[in-house]
T-cell receptor, first 112, second 116 residues
Framework: GQQVMQIPQYQHVQEGEDFTTYCNSSTTLSNIQWYKQRPGGHPVFLIQLVKSGEVKKQKRLTFQFGEAKKNSSLHITATQTTDVGTYFC????????????FGKGTLLTVNP | GAVVSQHPSWVICKSGTSVKIECRSLDFQATTMFWYRQFPKQSLMLMATSNEGSKATYEQGVEKDKFLINHASLTLSTLTVTSAHPEDSSFYICSRTGVGGSYEQYFGPGTRLTVT
């Protein structure tokens, strides 16, 4: 079945440093989504990428979808303490199948 | 505001008893909802896809008779953990898809189940 690998598992940074998490799928994806889960909370949808090579930005967050639609990355510039949480990528097969396969997530902690 | 609610937010039950968790779509009639399970500091594991008016579709390895899913209306799906055991203790989260067939998912706040 479809597998989505995500690295690193943990990342600790000083406030102001950049952060990147990477996702790699075993199969070509129709779409990839990113979610953030704060400690004790539930996953919150951040963004969806559908096009090959797509790049989207949300303020300090930059999301990329690879040309082969098998990998993706999330980059945060100048981290803040509010960025703390676990970031999950989730791959979708598309069509009438709405199921997502989640990566294991990257836990980001930020030292003020 | 929240678009998916779950009830209860936490529950403690004794081994051998059954627990029902409700998931409601607050702003949208959802024909499809999903149930996930999350262990501490781990990823979300899809348990089943809940389909309104028909049987749920379970993922491989998930016991259908143990995790009963009912999606009787377009706004409510329920997960019943039957004959719960301590190993069933986990965080159970439901979700629904976006409006108009979009693929993003909106999650409920989750239910923390502890079986003693």
């Amino acid at each position: 079945g479809q597998q989505v690998m995500q690295i690193p598992q943990y990342q600790h940074v000083q406030e102001g440093e950049d952060f990147t998490t990477y996702c790699n799928s075993s199969t070509t994806l129709s779409n990839i989504q990113w979610y953030k889960q704060r400690p004790g909370g539930h996953p919150v949808f951040l963004i969806q990428l559908v096009k090959s090579g797509e790049v989207k930005k949300q303020k300090r967050l930059t999301f990329q979808f690879g040309e082969a639609k098998k990998n993706s990355s999330l980059h945060i510039t100048a981290t803040q303490t509010t960025d703390v949480g676990t970031y999950f990528c989730a791959g979708g097969s598309g069509g009438s199948n709405y199921k997502l396969t989640f990566g294991k997530g990257t836990l980001l902690t930020v030292n003020p | 505001g929240a678009v998916v609610s779950q009830h209860p937010s936490w529950v403690i039950c004794k081994s051998g008893t059954s627990v029902k968790i409700e998931c409601r779509s607050l702003d949208f009639q959802a024909t499809t909802m999903f149930w996930y399970r999350q262990f501490p500091k781990q990823s979300l594991m899809l348990m089943a896809t809940s389909n309104e008016g028909s049987k749920a579709t379970y993922e491989q390895g998930v016991e259908k008779d143990k995790f009963l899913i009912n999606h009787a209306s377009l706004t409510l799906s329920t997960l019943t953990v039957t004959s719960a055991h301590p190993e069933d203790s986990s965080f159970y989260i439901c979700s629904r898809t976006g409006v108009g067939g979009s693929y993003e998912q909106y999650f409920g706040p989750g239910t923390r189940l502890t079986v003693t």
